[in-house]
């Protein structure tokens, strides 16, 4: 988890993100930025509500066998031109070793998402292990189905 993430638009914040993100060493972080760069020219991640969730489009060459999403507080909300107008102060990176796993993260994460107790949470800009307890109860709560968030191994830093 990263807090005070620096950035004044969309391109510096996820390079930000990049270098800063607990990242295994096998990830290029120089090709993520160009993908991440990539996917937000193709579509913007992001979703509303002051949230983004940059993500390649398709998994990396080598990525890791478990899934990560790095959540990133930006220490200014950055204008991701959003549909409401809201400008993102949180980040969910995710990287996911297969397309299936990554679609099911985006949905679980969503789900999440949609949950006005869990926006008003992030607010609050948590600690890591408060975000890590609070999503391991909310997964509990969803019931279990192949390849859950889970805060243990999803929520990396």
Same mark, same amino acid.
């Given at each position: 988890?990263?807090? !005070?993430?620096e950035?004044?638009? =969309?391109?510096?914040?996820?390079?930000?993100? =990049? $270098?800063?993100? %607990?990242?295994? %060493?096998?990830?290029?972080?120089? $090709?993520?930025?160009?993908?991440?760069? $990539?996917? $937000?020219? *193709?579509?913007? +991640?992001?979703?509303?509500?002051?949230?983004?969730?940059?993500?390649?489009?398709?998994?990396?060459?080598?990525?890791p066998?478990?899934?990560?999403?790095?959540? !990133?507080?930006?220490?200014?909300?950055?204008?991701?031109?959003?549909?409401?107008?809201?400008?993102?102060?949180?980040?969910?990176?995710?990287?996911?070793? @297969? @397309?299936? =796993?990554?679609?099911?993260?985006?949905?679980?994460?969503?789900?999440?998402?949609r949950?006005r107790?869990?926006?008003?949470?992030?607010? +609050?800009? %948590?600690?890591?292990?408060?975000?890590? @307890?609070? =999503?391991?109860?909310?997964?509990?709560? *969803?019931?279990? +189905?192949?390849? %859950?968030?889970?805060?243990?191994?999803?929520?990396?830093?």
């Amino acid at each position: 988890m990263l807090h !005070g993430v620096e950035g004044h638009d =969309v391109s510096s914040v996820l390079n930000a993100l =990049v $270098e800063a993100a %607990p990242l295994d %060493p096998s990830i290029d972080r120089s $090709e993520l930025f160009a993908r991440l760069i $990539e996917r $937000e020219e *193709m579509s913007s +991640t992001r979703i509303g509500r002051g949230v983004a969730i940059p993500h390649p489009r398709t998994p990396l060459e080598g990525s890791p066998p478990d899934p990560s999403i790095t959540t !990133g507080f930006l220490k200014r909300p950055v204008d991701y031109g959003a549909i409401d107008g809201r400008p993102v102060f949180v980040l969910f990176h995710m990287i996911s070793p @297969s @397309s299936k =796993v990554h679609l099911n993260h985006i949905a679980r994460l969503s789900y999440l998402l949609r949950e006005r107790p869990f926006m008003d949470f992030l607010r +609050t800009r %948590p600690s890591s292990n408060e975000l890590c @307890s609070r =999503v391991s109860e909310m997964e509990a709560r *969803m019931g279990t +189905t192949a390849h %859950p968030l889970r805060a243990d191994n999803a929520f990396k830093g």
